[in-house]
């Protein structure tokens, strides 16, 4: 507690600042796949010199679950566009295979816990060696929502199988990624689009509606026509709606007669998973029988009444037209940028995002690739000065960058973490845990009687920062820097950090505090900050001996510098 009350001034002033095999061949395998994508031989976009180790921490924090030394190092002998052609080229690590064989052990009636995913991410997130993959994934969950609170609570399997789809397409196209996130179970579940039957006005039967309002206001388009900047659409000095009533429910329709996938066809095959051991990650299919055959008009297009029932070129048809809306390359890319840099992108910046999404170079339209470049190597995102606000840090990415950048190892090798939803003594956020399809905040969240709102801008990590999550956040912290994380097995917890490095330099705090500074914020620490905590960590007194003493004061010197630079408002706004 006593070093809990060294930080908390520095801290608080965040809220005044701001059982079977699976298929052998991939189900997921769409024509067009990455490999299929025509990108320029050299990539667009401005090039950078080799960064100095300040410019790439930032580059990393941004770019990965975050940096440690031999990173910025490394990084800072070549360039960003070497770092993200290598970034592209390394395989995927996966998911589902670390799932399979705890599936496979399972009695009839039995679940998998969502434990076993959480262990998975945190491990992916400190050893993956592609970091940018498993980081753009991570954004696209927090985009293409679904979670574990409600019906997915034990869907563990699945679950992970639709977190390896976004990460598959996170370097893909968008096209695949929209149509592979129409088509996963685990959506249909969640947007109650799985098993959505035909109308039926004899039975006051009509199409579930969820899916369709979703995936145009929350994954491609949004509620207002955009510009290419972002800004809106005005008619007669109004904003122009994307889509209305009649948008939804000719969308609906053409969201009927999909569910289970496999080889079956029959009405059983379509009302019963257990029909197919694989249902809960094979793609969900076209049931022509439970398919609208009605005309479906949305978005301009119209699809004519039909004598036999087609939900995969209707699907094709729906899918086209929302990649195709101009839309899209503005209201994607702005929140790509939300995620990976600011929450506050100028118009031109996402201008210039939205026009890698409609052309990559090479005449292609949703290059993820592409759109990814253009987020992190444009001027705004590269130059701290181009962008006054930054991010806040959510809190996952909180206790990420600590286990990357202190080397966190597993005692059992799984990194058992549990579930870190309560805001008054852990996170206030699980990965894939969200309340709700607009995730754990909203992308124009602005908090109220704020200096923020007043600017007319937004701060969408906001809407989880309250009293409670601000000194929940301080003491989970502490406790974790000092003691380890995850469950205690033995005395121990789990997970358990290197500080070997910083010990080095515990006889002198100004270098102790200065290397810290640039492998948690990008030498951001103001000098009166850097000041104030070297001061603090100066002031615990290092004994001459005996030996185990004196590593003991050296250990606890540490502790401090990390417990104040995480809990500093200036490590807090990621900028």
Request: with cysteine; proline share 9%.
């Amino acid at each position: 507690m006593k070093l809990l009350r060294s930080c908390l001034p520095l801290f608080l002033g965040l809220l005044a600042a701001c059982g079977s095999t699976p298929p052998r061949s991939d189900p997921w395998a769409y024509p067009d796949s990455p490999a299929a994508i025509k990108r320029p031989a050299t990539p667009p976009g401005p090039r950078y010199p080799a960064p100095s180790p300040v410019e790439a921490s930032r580059f990393l924090q941004q770019a990965s679950f975050g940096p440690n030394q031999a990173e910025i190092d490394a990084l800072a002998r070549s360039d960003y566009h070497n770092w993200l052609k290598q970034q592209f080229s390394l395989p995927q690590t996966l998911f589902l295979p670390d799932v399979e064989p705890h599936h496979a052990q399972l009695a009839k009636g039995q679940n998998l816990r969502q434990q076993l995913f959480f262990e998975i991410f945190w491990k992916h997130a400190a050893t993956a060696p592609d970091q940018l993959r498993q980081r753009v994934a991570f954004a696209l969950s927090e985009i293409f929502v679904i979670s574990f609170e409600g019906m997915l609570d034990v869907k563990i399997r699945g679950v992970a199988s639709y977190y390896d789809m976004l990460g598959r397409n996170a370097f893909g196209d968008f096209r695949s990624l929209l149509e592979e996130v129409a088509r996963h179970p685990m959506m249909g579940i969640y947007l109650s689009h799985l098993k959505n039957q035909k109308e039926d006005p004899a039975k006051g039967r009509v199409p579930d509606e969820n899916f369709a309002r979703e995936i145009m206001q929350l994954f491609t388009i949004g509620l207002q026509e955009l510009n290419p900047d972002g800004s809106l659409k005005l008619k007669n000095g109004q904003p122009i709606e994307t889509y209305d009533m009649d948008d939804i429910t000719g969308l609906a329709r053409v969201f009927t007669g999909f569910s289970y996938g496999g080889p079956g066809s029959t009405d059983q095959h379509f009302f019963q998973q257990g029909k197919e051991p694989h249902w809960d990650i094979l793609p969900m299919k076209g049931y022509p029988k439970f398919h609208s055959a009605s005309e479906k008009h949305f978005l301009g297009v119209t699809i004519k009444p039909q004598t036999q029932a087609d939900p995969e070129g209707d699907l094709k048809i729906a899918l086209d037209r929302l990649f195709n809306h101009p839309n899209v390359g503005p209201f994607f890319g702005r929140q790509l940028i939300q995620r990976l840099v600011t929450s506050n992108p100028s118009p031109a910046y996402v201008e210039r995002v939205a026009r890698a999404f409609n052309d990559n170079g090479a005449g292609v339209r949703g290059d993820m690739q592409a759109v990814i470049r253009a987020v992190l190597l444009d001027p705004e995102a590269r130059n701290p000065a181009a962008s006054s606000s930054g991010k806040l840090r959510e809190p996952i990415l909180r206790l990420s960058q600590w286990m990357r950048a202190f080397h966190a190892t597993s005692a059992s090798g799984e990194f058992r973490m549990q579930n870190t939803d309560s805001p008054a003594n852990s996170l206030g956020q699980s990965p894939l845990r969200s309340p709700s399809v607009f995730n754990f905040y909203r992308p124009g969240f602005m908090p109220p009687g704020s200096e923020i709102a007043r600017k007319n801008m937004v701060a969408p990590e906001m809407q989880i920062v309250s009293e409670s999550a601000v000194a929940g956040y301080a003491n989970f912290i502490q406790t974790t820097i000092d003691a380890g994380a995850g469950r205690a097995e033995g005395g121990r917890r789990d997970i358990q950090p290197d500080y070997s490095a910083q010990m080095a330099l515990a006889s002198q705090p100004a270098s102790l505090v200065e290397q810290l500074d640039l492998l948690l914020t990008g030498q951001r620490l103001t000098e009166a900050s850097r000041q104030r905590i070297t001061t603090a960590v100066a002031a615990l007194p290092l004994p001459a001996s005996p030996a185990n003493a004196l590593e003991n004061a050296q250990r606890n010197r540490v502790k401090l510098a990390i417990l104040l630079v995480m809990v500093s408002p200036e490590y807090l706004v990621q900028k």
